[in-house]
């Protein structure tokens, strides 16, 4: 089973400064499978980025993922105050399917 | 409009049994790899169980192996997770999915919860 570790757990920004989310695989993640979603408080999961890097349907381009092999990374550019969320990696290279634990951005 | 309604949680003792249903709408089901993903309270995400668009194949976390069978009917545009021998540490929100890899769709959610 890939164990996917996420860093920061929380992380404290303000509107319009740049966040940078980690996701760290425990074995390489073959053809980029990886995936980012965010939740917002009592909403079901929105899915923000596939293939590491490709924006899902509607995501605004403030959203870029990156990296490949064990180590992801989600951007957001300028942080909108809907942004204020949690966000979770998950891979697809092999089953189970699994996720990460889950950063949240929070408000400074 | 893509919908995903899943439907079927509720109040259950240990080893009891339940059955969730998704229901689909707004896109062609039959050509979608079908997953249950669910979150315990307070907790993160969980996979749980995909099953392949001719319901050929399916696949499950280790935890749910035996437990757990996943299904669905194409004619209905419907899915389905039968659960039995249920734990506390089932409880969750259940949420249906579209696709077997990522997931692309989310139903609303359906909350299971075991306990006596």
């Known amino acids: 089973e890939i164990v996917l570790t996420q860093s920061p757990g929380t992380l404290s920004l303000s509107p319009g400064e740049r966040a940078t989310l980690s996701c760290r695989a425990s074995q390489s993640v073959s053809s980029s499978s990886l995936a980012w979603y965010q939740q917002k408080p009592g909403q079901v999961p929105r899915l923000l980025i596939y293939g590491a890097s490709s924006r899902a349907t509607g995501i605004p381009d403030r959203f870029s993922g990156s990296g490949s092999g064990t180590d992801f990374t989600l951007t957001i550019s300028r942080l909108e105050p809907e942004d204020f969320a949690v966000y979770y990696c998950q891979q697809y290279s092999s089953s189970p399917r699994t996720f990460g634990q889950g950063t949240k951005v929070e408000i400074k | 409009e893509v919908q995903l309604v899943d439907s079927g949680g509720g109040l259950v003792q240990p080893g009891g049994s339940l059955r969730l249903s998704c229901a689909a709408s707004g896109f062609t089901f039959s050509n979608y790899w079908m997953s249950w993903v669910r979150q315990a309270p307070g907790k993160g995400l969980e996979w749980v169980a995909n099953i392949k668009q001719d319901g050929s194949e399916s696949y499950c976390v280790d935890s749910v192996k035996g437990r757990f069978t996943l299904s669905r009917d194409n004619a209905k545009n419907s899915l389905y997770l039968q659960m039995n021998s249920l734990r506390a540490e089932d409880t969750a929100v259940y949420y249906c999915?579209?696709?077997?890899?990522?997931?692309?769709?989310w139903g609303q959610g359906t909350l299971v919860t075991v306990s006596s």
């Open positions: 999915t579209s696709g077997g890899s990522y997931f692309g769709y």
